[in-house]
């Protein structure tokens, strides 16, 4: 649905954007921190080996949506994930998860959102703040719409690789902003009237890094589909006010009993969930003078671990029905004292 320049509708909803403002929604960015305040956008790390990219054309929306599938080896039918960045983020985003989850036989489709990508650091901090915007947000919600669209087609045609994703084994995930996008696919309700449809039917299930359910967080307790939730102690949020993780535990406390999960991580920061293809979070927290904590870095490696394995099981369980991964997640192995493991 588009909006008119003076809608109403629209008037209503933007009245609600700090649910998915720069200071609810802010995730990873792009840049490492320099000597320079703002630096064009940097070019994307090469794919890897099994990894194949490219743009979708939205011709009803003018425009381009690049992407990059992720491919776990073999031929078989696969799952398949499709993942959406942060705030200045990029195809980079998630690139840690990608792989493990490749490495459990399930595909990733990362997907990149003009006006909220990497390119909005070339205008300043003020720039980001706006692209952390509810125009954006939808934008985001149709360029998901519109990409699980094109994959469907290519793999009813038997096109290349396309061909092995299977149709019901389709999952949704993001980080941050991304995790903002992920809630509004999954069937979070505006609340407002003629609000417009983000809701993606195809998705059996769902993992938001990071989420915030900003100031109205009624409208997720319309999300029945299966859902994730991964953050930390020190999640907070990079140039906002929350400087812990604590706000962000609304996402699951509200989501109706059934389906949900989460994971708690002691010591995990906003940057240890974004997947490690980029510096993210850390340039806004600089421009702040804020310093990465010590435990973070830390504890790194028993983060990443935890959140490869029990998002990778998640997937597993959800999409393809594995009995071993439900097993593995009634009582996860390698959580420390304080981390948390959560269903409901």
Not at 128 to 156: C, P, T, W, Y
Not at 242 to 269: C, H, I
Not at 306 to 327: C, F, M, N, P, V
């Amino acid at each position: 649905m588009n909006f008119l320049p003076h809608d109403p509708a629209r008037r209503a909803l933007l009245k609600r954007a700090s649910a998915f403002s720069a200071f609810s929604a802010v995730t990873a960015v792009g840049l490492p921190f320099g000597a320079a305040a703002w630096l064009p956008a940097r070019a994307q790390s090469a794919p890897d080996a099994g990894v194949q990219q490219g743009v979708w054309r939205d011709q009803s929306r003018l425009r381009d949506i690049p992407w990059r599938l992720r491919l776990p080896d073999g031929d078989r039918p696969m799952a398949l994930v499709v993942f959406s960045h942060g705030l200045g983020g990029s195809l980079d985003g998630g690139t840690e998860w990608g792989q493990a989850w490749a490495e459990a036989g399930i595909a990733t489709l990362h997907l990149q959102h003009a006006g909220s990508d990497r390119a909005i650091w070339r205008g300043g901090l003020q720039a980001v703040k706006a692209a952390a915007s509810v125009e954006q947000l939808i934008e985001r919600g149709h360029d998901v719409q519109f990409a699980v669209g094109q994959m469907l087609n290519l793999q009813k045609d038997g096109s290349g690789p396309w061909a092995r994703v299977s149709p019901k084994a389709l999952g949704m995930s993001g980080h941050s902003f991304g995790a903002q996008t992920t809630l509004a696919v999954a069937g979070r309700d505006f609340q407002v009237r003629n609000a417009p449809d983000l809701t993606d039917s195809h998705f059996r299930a769902f993992a938001a890094f990071s989420p915030s359910a900003g100031h109205f967080p009624g409208g997720i307790k319309g999300i029945t589909r299966p859902m994730l939730c991964l953050t930390g102690s020190l999640d907070g949020n990079p140039i906002g006010q929350e400087r812990d993780g604590r706000y962000r535990r609304v996402v699951y406390d509200t989501l109706p009993a059934g389906a949900k999960a989460q994971l708690w991580l002691e010591g995990a920061d906003h940057m240890s969930f974004g997947g490690g293809g980029e510096r993210g979070a850390g340039f806004g927290q600089r421009l702040l003078g804020r310093a990465r904590e010590g435990a973070p870095e830390k504890l790194a490696a028993h983060h990443a671990s935890l959140i490869k394995s029990i998002s990778t099981d998640w997937w597993r369980w959800r999409l393809l029905e594995d009995e071993g991964a439900l097993t593995r997640l009634k009582s996860p192995k390698g959580l420390d004292a304080k981390d948390e493991w959560l269903q409901g």
